[in-house]
């Protein structure tokens, strides 16, 4: 998918809005159609389990810590938006719009949005990890103000999803799978070459369940990672980032676990009610020749 400015179909901005009063309370998705122009967005700048997040390109000019400011090449004191990572959202696909700037008929405005879009394009590597840390910041609920004002993620990729069955829209578990095994195994990776950790809690831990594994390929690494992790949190003497490094690697093998226990479960659940099924099948079968032998 091409880097750059889209618009999004309002109705999934509103399916979005709808699912998360539902599931929250309240929304803090962004509106986005104005009198004026509609709001569009820049993406995408991040991938989690195969969904792909976009940022709002907003007017807003005030520096924060989950805030770029969008500023003119030359003129660098000239601000000429913001992008506003607290408002990320997942979109499907069919649900996006490339924003042809070329068919702009205001001259102003498209040299305003070809400016923006250059800078995007510009620092999209600052893009991108801004977005990733805003969104871990979030999940793993850093600061509380934050998370108040800000899009709640994993609902909002509930409802990504919901959205895709609903619409019988093409989305291969199968293969979201397989690539968020390959982005786990990649976290991982990261956190055990670049993460120091205590010594003393990983010794104690080493002697009882062994080394820690390779690769997260099986759920079994996956548990014994999970309560290094737990340990690591509980007992270890820890800085913010190392405290924050487990977080994330504990989220993410949770986000890859999540789907593949709901899909037990519902294989579960269809069992039991088969069971149930023929239990009356079969009790109805033993009173009708309970029936014929008493009339006999």
């Known amino acids: 998918m091409e880097i750059c400015f889209y618009h999004i179909n309002n109705d999934y901005i509103n399916f979005l809005k709808k699912y998360e009063r539902e599931k929250v309370g309240y929304t803090c998705v962004p509106n986005i159609q104005y009198k004026t122009s509609d709001k569009f967005v820049f993406g995408a700048v991040m991938d989690i389990n195969g969904i792909n997040y976009f ?55 498209k040299t305003h949005i070809s400016k923006e879009l250059a800078f995007c394009r510009r620092e999209r590597d600052k893009i991108f990890k801004q977005a990733e840390k805003t969104y871990f910041r979030v999940i793993n609920k850093v600061n509380e103000q934050l998370v108040k004002n800000s899009c709640n993620f994993k609902v909002l990729e509930q409802a990504y999803i919901e959205y895709y069955i609903i619409n019988k829209l093409e989305y291969s578990q199968i293969n979201v799978q397989d690539y968020v095994l390959k982005k786990l195994n990649e976290i991982y990776a990261d956190f055990i070459n670049n993460t120091s950790i205590d010594n003393s809690v990983h010794k104690d831990f080493t002697l009882q369940y062994g080394e820690l594994p390779q690769t997260l390929d099986t759920a079994e690494n996956r548990g014994n990672v999970s309560k290094y992790i737990v340990e690591q949190i ?17 989220q993410a093998i949770r986000d890859f676990e999540e789907p593949l226990f709901i899909s037990e479960t519902e294989k579960i659940t269809e069992w039991c009610e088969k069971a149930q099924e023929k239990a009356v099948e079969r009790m109805s079968e033993l009173d009708e020749q309970n029936k014929n032998n008493y009339e006999r």
């Open 55 to 109: 940022v709002p390109v907003s007017s807003y000019g005030k520096k924060q810590e989950d805030v770029i400011l969008i500023r003119d090449k030359k003129k660098k004191t000239d601000i000429l938006g913001s992008l506003r990572f607290a408002y990320m959202l997942p979109v499907p696909r069919p649900c996006l719009i490339k924003l042809d700037i070329n068919s702009i008929v205001n001259e102003y405005s």
């Open 234 to 250: 509980n007992k270890g003497e820890l800085t913010e980032t190392q405290r924050i490094n487990l977080k994330n690697l504990q």
